[in-house]
């Protein structure tokens, strides 16, 4: 039984059908949606230069992206720590 958030007295009893309205995720605001096409573009970009960064890293040091990987992987976990 689940508690009303009306009234604390009244009990809705399991099994009873429910229903509410979802709320669209997507903004009709076209400013915004450009805005979040801009910003997702410049991730995409920024993710293309890393790749190609580190590998003409490891082309001039003779194969060695360890250290490279292991920047970018920290660089990683740094950015997504908003996330968790």
């Known amino acids: 039984m689940f508690k009303a958030r009306s009234n604390k007295?009244?009990?809705?009893?399991?099994?009873?059908?429910l229903s509410w309205t979802l709320d669209k995720q997507i903004s009709k605001n076209k400013d915004e949606t450009k805005l979040a096409d801009a910003l997702g573009q410049i991730?995409?970009?920024f993710s293309v230069l890393t790749?190609?960064?580190s590998?003409?890293?490891g082309f001039f040091r003779?194969?060695?992206?360890l250290s490279?990987?292991?920047y970018?992987?920290?660089m990683?976990?740094?950015?997504h720590i908003p996330l968790v």
């Open 68 to 70: 490279t990987w292991m």
């Open 9 to 17: 007295e009244r009990m809705i009893p399991a099994g009873k059908k």
């Open 62 to 65: 003779r194969g060695d992206l």
């Open 76 to 79: 990683q976990m740094i950015a």
């Open 43 to 45: 991730v995409v970009i």
């Open 51 to 53: 790749i190609c960064l």
């Open 55 to 57: 590998l003409v890293v």
């Open 72 to 74: 970018v992987n920290s």
